[in-house]
């Protein structure tokens, strides 16, 4: 049967970090695993949601790894919403997965949305009864077979508001007896950050109780972020009298990708910063900023996205490990933060994204830095250098960040090290004492007046900028 899920046991998890793997079920051979593994371990994950097909198991020795490596899966069925599972298949999958040592499956994906129902289904009564009348005999089944079932992720807000339709859902399986499955459900909500700062929503129903339905005061704040679950337990204590244990999907930061908004460098350090603040919550050994309020023990896992993608996909511009080999900053930064377990990321380092007039940054609560450092680089260049004054003749300017230096930047600037000889730093007044110096990085690196401080002492500056391969291509090609 389930393991226990009481509070006490899942504070005794070794981390409650995690990822969501591949959004398809292409990836599941052994070369895979083994190129996986050392990067999943490397961040520190305990945790990986898998993509489950429906009418065939993932390879046993995938999963077999994985939790040979400490790492349990989490899969998830993402299951249409018809009555059509009566022929075993399920059942089967359900035993073979238990055996090799699985506990928790997620069945179905956002049943609060339209478009997920079939045309004629959505607007008939009794949409919650009606998903019941699909979703327990699967959780059941999965229950029997000895799984822990998990509730569905709906969509924040939805076309059928969340909370109200998490509230019906579980005093409907109340109300049709099923004590068995409450006693091992577990919930789980989608968290990810979208325009809103990271503390959004923190406290739930009891420190926002003007929100209802489909109504956010504009002086309130609502579940739609990050702290959803700080509601969803709440709808959990309001209708069955007690909390439920939640896991946490697709959560943290996403980058910009509209054409309105492209993905940019300033992007990915906010990214960087916002998900490494997530990331301090969830590893063992790592002290929460906010020791006064800790995190639920009830919040069994935070799952990020997205570790890779096929470039077919449309969410592989989310993937942390690009599919041309580029990583984002995220990666290096959590790599750090595991290895130094917390001391590698301090509060009294600078931000990872530099304060703009359009966009505050982040408040000191939620992981980011105060005001008092506004950018992570040193703001001018030092006015006792005289102009004429180049002891230095080449210097090649590189970002650095809160978390140390990125290795995929020293790694994309070797051949042009080994091609000029220059002198190579992090630092803009020592780039300042040289006759030629070459930045990589834009303005939210390297604001365009430290740049004009460098020419007027007589520096000829180049700039190099763009996306990863842009600036690979450019530093080789120079």
């Known amino acids: 049967m389930p393991n226990d899920t009481n509070p006490h046991s899942i504070q005794n998890v070794r981390s409650r970090l995690g990822f969501h793997y591949f959004p398809d079920t292409l990836h599941y051979r052994e070369c895979d695993l083994q190129t996986w593994l050392s990067e999943l371990k490397k961040l520190g994950a305990a945790w990986l949601t898998l993509v489950a097909p429906p009418d065939r198991a993932i390879p046993e020795t995938f999963i077999c790894g994985l939790m040979h490596a400490g790492i349990q899966p989490i899969l998830h069925f993402q299951l249409p919403l018809l009555h059509q599972f009566q022929d075993g298949t399920l059942d089967l999958l359900f035993r073979a997965y238990a055996s090799w040592g699985v506990s928790h499956v997620v069945l179905f994906d956002r049943p609060n949305q339209r478009s997920v129902w079939p045309a004629a289904t959505w607007a008939q009564s009794d949409l919650v009864e009606r998903f019941l009348d699909i979703y327990l005999p699967v959780a059941n089944s999965a229950l029997q077979a000895g799984l822990t079932p998990v509730f569905p992720p709906l969509e924040p807000g939805g076309d059928y508001w969340d909370t109200a339709f998490l509230r019906a859902a579980l005093q409907g399986m109340e109300r049709r007896g099923e004590t068995g499955l409450l006693d091992a459900l577990h919930l789980s909500a989608y968290a990810w950050v979208s325009e809103h700062l990271l503390e959004w929503g923190k406290g739930g129903p009891e420190r926002w109780p003007g929100v209802h339905p489909y109504f956010t005061p504009p002086d309130e704040q609502d579940q739609r972020g990050f702290y959803i679950f ?66 639920s023990p009830y919040v069994l896992a935070c799952n990020f996205w997205l570790l890779a993608a096929d470039p077919p996909d449309p969410s592989s511009n989310q993937a942390w490990f690009q599919p041309d080999d580029y990583r984002l ?21 600078p931000p990872l994204v530099q304060e703009t007039k359009d966009e505050p940054a982040y408040p000191p609560h939620s992981g980011a830095l105060e005001e008092k450092h506004p950018s992570p680089i040193e703001p001018k260049v ?24 990125s290795e995929w930047h020293l790694d994309a600037a ?49 700039r190099i900028v763009g996306d990863g391969t842009e600036i690979a291509s450019q530093l080789a090609s120079t």
């Open 382 to 405: 030092s006015s006792t250098l005289e102009p004429s004054a180049h002891p230095v003749a080449h210097y090649l300017l590189l970002p650095r960040y809160a978390w140390g230096v």
């Open 414 to 462: 070797r051949p042009f090290i080994l091609k000029y000889h220059p002198t190579v730093g992090f630092s803009p007044t020592e780039a300042a004492l040289a006759a030629r110096v070459t930045v990589v990085g834009g303005e939210q690196v390297f604001p365009e007046e430290l740049i004009n401080e460098m020419c007027r002492r007589g520096c000829q500056v180049t």
């Open 230 to 295: 700080d509601w969803y337990l709440a709808e959990a204590q309001a209708a069955l009298g007690k909390p439920i244990p939640i896991i946490l999907l697709a959560a943290g930061r996403r980058l910009h990708t509209t054409a309105e908004s492209p993905a940019s460098e300033i992007d990915e350090l906010e990214h960087a910063n916002i998900n490494l603040s997530i990331a301090r919550k969830f590893i063992a050994g790592v002290p929460s900023e906010e020791v006064d309020e800790p995190l």
């Open 329 to 349: 900053p995220i990666v290096a930064a959590l790599h750090r933060l595991v290895t130094t377990n917390g001391a590698g990321y301090q509060e009294d380092h």
